[in-house]
């Protein structure tokens, strides 16, 4: 297809030859229909495609499809809303922003999340929007059955006429199938044009120069294969068809290369897409001047300004991004030094600097110490994985960690003590608390089905139980509290026990803000004794016992407590500790002087990675390179090449962080 698109150039750049004496064609376009339409965009050149295009390649077709999708898999957020952007009835009768209030993580699966989530939405006159979104989604919920009712709704011109077209051809329950084969006439008209045609097609006009494609054994001719819904012994195709394809492909070529005033060149491919070598037609049999072509050789005419940079390397070498392109391979390459490809920038750049200036939390410092260059692009550069609304069988780990958390905060706030609640009480709450998220969450995010939704309530719950009742008091007189925030200037809610959430808390040299949220504070009466637990939903690791830092990737504890020092100045015992919800093991503790001494490493190294960062020094860290970080797809694809070429030079560039990361 390339070669014949530098064919095509070469003929139209000689002055003489125009657009309409020039034909392209082979004996089924559908091999070669997907490369000539983005190919012939790319190079610009006037082509007509004499079967059609593709209805998926037009806004028409691409309505379809918004509507076969929805119709036949069913609702979701991300389908509505590419619905309504394609569809004539809802991009008229809603406004453009119709869904600004419902949060993009939401699913929204069932008719009744909408109905919930578009109680509050209005149009512009004041009409609920419900009244035109709902009965649209009761309709799709009835999937192929409703096919001509929604068709004749949600479509008008010519994406009905394909959507009808389609239902003529296939039942409604093969729609996608259908419009991938369904075509569209070209609006190019071919007397002006170059054309991309079937050979059979060209036969009744023939033009000056032909190209003649997929002259291999096994496309031209091509075999009369047997019809397995009617098989020769039952009735010989040849009663039911005047001329066999086989005899029609190879009359076809015999007129086009016969044609007294053409110039046909004839063309094939050495290999298959597989890679499996073609013999050539036999109707090349007679053919003796064949001319190889290499695919990296240098074309007279290129096709298009890319394919003319790749055959020409001296011009593309003088173009800023090619340039780009080659240091960063050459960079790649480097050994034992950090590079800019590898990260860094100028010292005490703004965006840094704010990004410092903000309230930090547990999760972020955790980035700064273990992934600098991570941070860089989360909390700087505000670079974020989209969220795909896929309803998914299972919530991943950090997610169901969210529900059991937002599970234990509503059950607290349902109970009048904490401290004083019976078993009875801690029941009650959990179980209104487990409604209420029942019903709320599916609006806020994508959540499984039904069924496996109800079950994942019940193990956040069983799991939030032991998170309530894991041990006794603290002492006489203790009061408990649960998902206490703090640092948080912005919060509503000026509670004051057991301290003030608009408290600023700051940590190290440089006055770092911190905030966040305990899982649970226990307090003395005299306040004299706290203790914090911070609840973990993952699974108990062997060691965690010996676990005081774990290089970086534990800092709740200490943080935490540093914390409660500076909220609570008069509390002179303090213990932190990890309580797994999945295990009946004793919770994890921090005290005492090991509590300290986790304290002064890890402000120490908060201050190092500060200073690092004001200094422009910031490259990837231990979880750059982990299997759950979501921002390895912004790091070379050879990920573990790449971290065993680099892993010295990163560790020797940052190497005043690179002791924390080996403390257990």
Request: aromatic share 6%; net charge neutral; proline share 6%.
């Given at each position: 297809m390339v070669e014949a698109l530098r064919w095509t150039r070469a003929l139209l750049s000689d002055g003489v030859t125009q657009a309409c004496d020039i034909a392209i064609a082979s004996t089924d376009l559908s091999v070669w229909d997907d490369h000539m339409l983005v190919l012939a965009a790319d190079a610009g050149l006037p082509i007509h495609f004499a079967g059609g295009v593709s209805a998926l390649s037009t806004r028409a077709g691409q309505t379809c499809a918004a509507l076969a999708d929805t119709m036949i898999n069913g609702l979701s957020q991300d389908r509505i809303r590419r619905l309504s952007l394609l569809s004539p009835y809802l991009a008229e009768a809603l406004p453009p922003d119709w869904m600004k209030g419902i949060p993009t993580e939401a699913g929204l699966f069932e008719p009744g999340h909408w109905a919930r989530s578009l109680e509050t939405l209005s149009r512009t006159d004041g009409s609920p929007i419900a009244t035109v979104v709902m009965p649209v989604l009761y309709d799709l919920v009835d999937g192929p059955k409703a096919a001509v009712k929604l068709g004749k709704l949600l479509l008008s011109g010519s994406s009905l006429g394909l959507w009808q077209e389609a239902l003529r051809l296939a039942p409604a329950a093969a729609m996608e199938m259908t419009l991938t084969s369904l075509r569209i006439a070209d609006d190019r008209d071919p007397a002006n044009n170059v054309v991309w045609a079937r050979a059979s097609d060209l036969v009744g006009a023939p033009r000056k120069h032909m190209r003649l494609l997929g002259l291999s054994s096994r496309s031209w001719p091509r075999g009369d294969n047997a019809d397995p819904l009617l098989p020769d012994h039952v009735l010989n195709a040849r009663e039911l068809v005047d001329l066999p394809r086989l005899e029609r492909d190879r009359l076809a070529f015999e007129i086009l290369t016969g044609h007294q005033a053409s110039k046909v060149t004839l063309s094939r491919s050495r290999r298959s897409a597989e890679g499996a070598f073609l013999a050539k037609s036999g109707?090349?049999?007679?053919?003796?001047?064949?001319?190889?072509?290499?695919?990296?050789?240098?074309?007279?005419?290129?096709?298009?300004?890319?394919?003319?940079?790749?055959?020409?390397?001296?011009?593309?070498?003088?173009?800023?991004?090619?340039?780009?392109?080659?240091?960063?391979?050459?960079?790649?390459?480097?050994?034992?030094?950090?590079?800019?490809?590898?990260?860094?920038?100028?010292?005490?750049?703004?965006?840094?600097?704010?990004?410092?200036?903000?309230?930090?939390?547990?999760?972020?410092?955790?980035?700064?110490?273990?992934?600098?260059?991570?941070?860089?692009?989360?909390?700087?550069?505000?670079?974020?994985?989209?969220?795909?609304?896929?309803?998914?069988?299972?919530?991943?780990?950090?997610?169901?960690?969210?529900?059991?958390?937002?599970?234990?905060?509503?059950?607290?706030?349902?109970?009048?003590?904490?401290?004083?609640?019976?078993?009875?009480?801690?029941?009650?709450?959990?179980?209104?608390?487990?409604?209420?998220?029942?019903?709320?969450?599916?609006?806020?995010?994508?959540?499984?089905?039904?069924?496996?939704?109800?079950?994942?309530?019940?193990?956040?719950?069983?799991?939030?139980?032991?998170?309530?009742?894991?041990?006794?008091?603290?002492?006489?007189?203790?009061?408990?509290?649960?998902?206490?925030?703090?640092?948080?200037?912005?919060?509503?809610?000026?509670?004051?026990?057991?301290?003030?959430?608009?408290?600023?808390?700051?940590?190290?040299?440089?006055?770092?803000?911190?905030?966040?949220?305990?899982?649970?504070?226990?307090?003395?009466?005299?306040?004299?004794?706290?203790?914090?637990?911070?609840?973990?939903?993952?699974?108990?690791?062997?060691?965690?016992?010996?676990?005081?830092?774990?290089?970086?990737?534990?800092?709740?504890?200490?943080?935490?407590?540093?914390?409660?020092?500076?909220?609570?100045?008069?509390?002179?015992?303090?213990?932190?500790?990890?309580?797994?919800?999945?295990?009946?093991?004793?919770?994890?503790?921090?005290?005492?002087?090991v509590l300290e001494q986790a304290e002064e490493m890890l402000l120490r190294f908060i201050d190092i990675a500060v200073e690092g960062l004001k200094a422009g020094i910031a490259y990837a860290g231990p979880d750059a390179f982990a299997g759950y970080n979501q921002l390895r797809i912004a790091l070379p694809a050879a990920l573990d090449r790449y971290q065993r070429r680099k892993d010295e030079g990163l560790n020797a560039a940052q190497h005043k962080l690179a002791p924390l990361w080996r403390e257990r």
């Amino acid at each position: 297809m390339v070669e014949a698109l530098r064919w095509t150039r070469a003929l139209l750049s000689d002055g003489v030859t125009q657009a309409c004496d020039i034909a392209i064609a082979s004996t089924d376009l559908s091999v070669w229909d997907d490369h000539m339409l983005v190919l012939a965009a790319d190079a610009g050149l006037p082509i007509h495609f004499a079967g059609g295009v593709s209805a998926l390649s037009t806004r028409a077709g691409q309505t379809c499809a918004a509507l076969a999708d929805t119709m036949i898999n069913g609702l979701s957020q991300d389908r509505i809303r590419r619905l309504s952007l394609l569809s004539p009835y809802l991009a008229e009768a809603l406004p453009p922003d119709w869904m600004k209030g419902i949060p993009t993580e939401a699913g929204l699966f069932e008719p009744g999340h909408w109905a919930r989530s578009l109680e509050t939405l209005s149009r512009t006159d004041g009409s609920p929007i419900a009244t035109v979104v709902m009965p649209v989604l009761y309709d799709l919920v009835d999937g192929p059955k409703a096919a001509v009712k929604l068709g004749k709704l949600l479509l008008s011109g010519s994406s009905l006429g394909l959507w009808q077209e389609a239902l003529r051809l296939a039942p409604a329950a093969a729609m996608e199938m259908t419009l991938t084969s369904l075509r569209i006439a070209d609006d190019r008209d071919p007397a002006n044009n170059v054309v991309w045609a079937r050979a059979s097609d060209l036969v009744g006009a023939p033009r000056k120069h032909m190209r003649l494609l997929g002259l291999s054994s096994r496309s031209w001719p091509r075999g009369d294969n047997a019809d397995p819904l009617l098989p020769d012994h039952v009735l010989n195709a040849r009663e039911l068809v005047d001329l066999p394809r086989l005899e029609r492909d190879r009359l076809a070529f015999e007129i086009l290369t016969g044609h007294q005033a053409s110039k046909v060149t004839l063309s094939r491919s050495r290999r298959s897409a597989e890679g499996a070598f073609l013999a050539k037609s036999g109707l090349l049999q007679r053919q003796v001047a064949e001319r190889p072509l290499s695919r990296t050789r240098t074309p007279d005419h290129a096709f298009s300004e890319g394919d003319r940079l790749l055959a020409r390397a001296e011009d593309a070498l003088a173009l800023p991004r090619i340039q780009s392109v080659i240091s960063c391979w050459t960079n790649w390459t480097r050994r034992l030094e950090t590079t800019p490809h590898d990260g860094g920038f100028r010292k005490n750049h703004p965006a840094v600097l704010r990004a410092l200036s903000l309230p930090q939390s547990a999760t972020s410092l955790r980035r700064l110490l273990r992934d600098p260059l991570g941070y860089v692009w989360l909390r700087v550069l505000g670079m974020t994985a989209p969220e795909l609304a896929v309803q998914p069988l299972q919530l991943d780990a950090m997610t169901f960690g969210e529900l059991v958390h937002e599970l234990l905060r509503y059950a607290v706030e349902r109970m009048p003590s904490l401290v004083s609640a019976t078993p009875a009480e801690i029941d009650s709450a959990l179980e209104a608390a487990a409604n209420s998220i029942g019903e709320h969450w599916p609006l806020t995010r994508a959540v499984p089905p039904r069924l496996l939704w109800l079950d994942t309530i019940e193990e956040a719950r069983r799991r939030a139980h032991r998170g309530l009742t894991v041990d006794d008091r603290f002492g006489p007189g203790t009061r408990s509290f649960s998902e206490v925030p703090f640092g948080t200037p912005e919060s509503q809610a000026k509670r004051s026990d057991p301290w003030r959430e608009d408290q600023e808390v700051l940590i190290g040299r440089f006055g770092i803000l911190l905030k966040g949220r305990i899982d649970r504070v226990d307090v003395k009466p005299d306040r004299r004794g706290v203790r914090m637990s911070d609840y973990k939903t993952g699974k108990t690791p062997r060691d965690v016992r010996d676990v005081i830092v774990g290089g970086g990737a534990e800092v709740q504890r200490a943080l935490y407590a540093v914390a409660i020092k500076q909220l609570i100045p008069e509390a002179s015992t303090i213990i932190s500790r990890l309580v797994y919800l999945d295990s009946i093991e004793p919770p994890a503790r921090l005290e005492g002087d090991v509590l300290e001494q986790a304290e002064e490493m890890l402000l120490r190294f908060i201050d190092i990675a500060v200073e690092g960062l004001k200094a422009g020094i910031a490259y990837a860290g231990p979880d750059a390179f982990a299997g759950y970080n979501q921002l390895r797809i912004a790091l070379p694809a050879a990920l573990d090449r790449y971290q065993r070429r680099k892993d010295e030079g990163l560790n020797a560039a940052q190497h005043k962080l690179a002791p924390l990361w080996r403390e257990r």
